[in-house]
């Protein structure tokens, strides 16, 4: 019998209790997902329990942020938004959609029109009942000359139009087997028909805005008309904006705070000892990125693109910045655990040998300008740092040139030509591929643009028959790999923290603080 099989006979037993159960699966290295497994099969599951304030302690905060969901760039912003607002679907717990707003859905072939069928008896904050009308109006907001994160995937949208008070027709001008995915972004939250009241949104979510000081906190207040059974469990959540690391990391072990996302990795064994904190970790398709403007200077030249790539040592940054939880990136933002992964690319390795090379082949000279903040991850200076040794080895010089945190998504994402920075991925490969790569994307941070990089992701997403569709995306893969402006060192697990008097904050592979929705879905234990 292994130590954790003689814990769970002992809690099935009835000899030890759930708290002491946790602590003893916490320090044999076992997550919190496997052990509330175990203790839902040993029929000590926590139920849910209403009321308390949940304090959250969270990165990705700036002055810039708005609640308007056409801006949400960051963690805080996504957070906040899907307390207040719903979406029409969820990226389920096994990254498949399913039903919120919208309680059924249906193609017809060809994938190129969609209905969708709306939850009746809903209501907003203000007492509205949802309709189709809301939905439209909500949905068009990322369309056209939108600037929302979303308005790429919704390019393919040539109308949204009701049909009934409760039902929608969504058409294509091509088919998108993956629409429902599309669905679930966090930017596509439904507000009232015409809502423009960006400083305090009405939505159909869970809770309603109490305060917001960009940058700084926000509160939520429970919403006692919310139409979902199981959840909404809180009278408030209290976030506070924490973007350094340390202490975002003191906030919790002193008990300043219940919750925190962005672990630092490595003190996770040390976290995994205390008896009243709890790890939340899942693999996922987070990935840091050093992207490149492939239509600017130097980084228009593929030898220059290939020399940092072979110059950058990806299981030092692995092992240092993440402490190995995750695993090296391909230059791809397809992770290994997606069906799509292509498994058959050669893995890029550091080799300094090879990145003299093509930077002689370049006839690469000058200094490379790195712009990097933290404020894109904890430890994205670290790594500049890091791939600035490396690649010196090789004769290549980078100049690490450091960001303030505050304003960097606004005043220097997308627009210096190589920046840190990280993406969160995405529950379908084309979404992913659609977003950050499609000629034109408004999120396309490295400026690629193929006419047959385009073309291959058209036929992927019209494509119902898988083995097709595989064919499709690795060869979008390969191309990235080959000849791509984007260096991806890294996947890294999602890994939060949170008091073990938290409950209802599980782990998903889609994006931590369960995916956003930890505010909805905790509850506090008494």
Do not use: C
């Not at 987070?286 to 693109?305: C, E, G, K, Q, Y």
């Not at 969160?424 to 047959?452: F, S």
């Amino acid at each position: 019998m292994t130590e954790l099989e003689y814990w769970t006979q002992q809690i099935t037993q009835g000899r030890i209790g759930r708290r002491d159960f946790m602590g003893r699966a916490a320090a044999l290295g076992v997550g919190t997902a496997l052990a509330s497994t175990l203790l839902a099969q040993a029929g000590m599951a926590d139920e849910p329990q209403k009321g308390g304030t949940l304090r959250l302690g969270m990165a990705g905060g700036s002055t810039t942020d708005s609640l308007d969901v056409t801006t949400y760039t960051d963690s805080v912003a996504l957070q906040v938004g899907f307390s207040l607002m719903n979406s029409l679907i969820e990226n389920g717990a096994d990254n498949k959609p399913v039903a919120k707003l919208a309680e059924s859905w249906e193609a017809k072939p060809g994938a190129a029109e969609w209905v969708f069928n709306l939850r009746k008896g809903v209501t907003f904050h203000n007492g509205k009942t949802l309709d189709a009308d809301d939905v439209v109006y909500s949905l068009n907001l990322h369309r056209g000359e939108s600037k929302s994160g979303a308005a790429g995937p919704m390019k393919s949208i040539t109308d949204i139009k009701k049909i009934d008070a409760n039902q929608i027709q969504v058409t294509l001008s091509s088919g998108d087997a993956d629409l429902p995915y599309v669905m679930s972004d966090y930017h596509l939250l439904i507000v009232p028909n015409g809502f423009k009241d960006w400083a305090k949104p009405i939505g159909t979510g869970a809770f309603m805005l109490e305060a917001w000081d960009p940058g700084v906190r926000a509160v939520v207040k429970h919403n006692p008309n919310f139409w979902m059974q199981g959840r909404g469990n809180l009278d408030a959540v209290e976030t506070t904006v924490i973007n350094d690391t340390n202490a975002r990391m003191n906030a919790l072990v002193t008990g300043q705070v219940d919750v925190i996302h962005r672990v630092d990795k490595k003190t996770i064994g040390l976290l995994k000892k205390a008896p009243n904190l709890e790890i939340v970790q899942a693999p996922g398709g987070w990935h840091t990125i050093l992207s490149m403007f492939t239509d600017t200077p130097p980084f228009d030249n593929a030898d220059v693109r290939l020399a940092l790539k072979y110059g950058i040592d990806r299981e030092k940054v692995l092992q240092a910045l993440f402490a190995g939880y995750g695993s090296v990136g391909n230059d791809h933002p397809i992770p290994r655990g997606d069906p799509f992964y292509n498994s058959e690319l050669p893995q890029t390795k550091y080799d300094p040998d090879k990145a003299a090379f093509h930077m002689k082949k370049a006839a690469g000279t000058a200094p490379i300008v790195l712009s990097a903040s933290d404020a894109a991850f904890g430890g994205a200076v670290d790594m500049a740092t890091l791939f600035q040794a490396t690649a010196a080895k090789a004769g290549v010089n980078i100049v690490v040139k450091k960001e303030p945190a505050d304003g960097f998504w606004n005043n220097v994402w997308l627009k210096a030509p190589f920046v840190t920075s990280y993406w969160a991925g995405r529950p379908a490969a084309t979404q992913m591929l659609g977003v950050a790569y499609k000629g034109g994307a408004d999120w396309n941070d490295t400026h690629w643009n193929r006419p047959e990089f385009d073309k291959l992701l058209a036929d992927a997403r019209a494509e119902l028959d898988e083995s097709k569709r595989k064919a499709y995306i690795w060869e979008m893969q390969k191309e990235l790999h080959e000849n791509g402006g984007a260096l991806i060192p890294v996947f890294s697990d999602w890994v939060d923290a949170h008091s073990n008097k938290v409950g209802g904050h599980t782990p998903h592979n889609g994006f931590d603080m369960d995916n956003g929705l930890v505010a909805e879905k905790a509850w506090l234990k008494a």
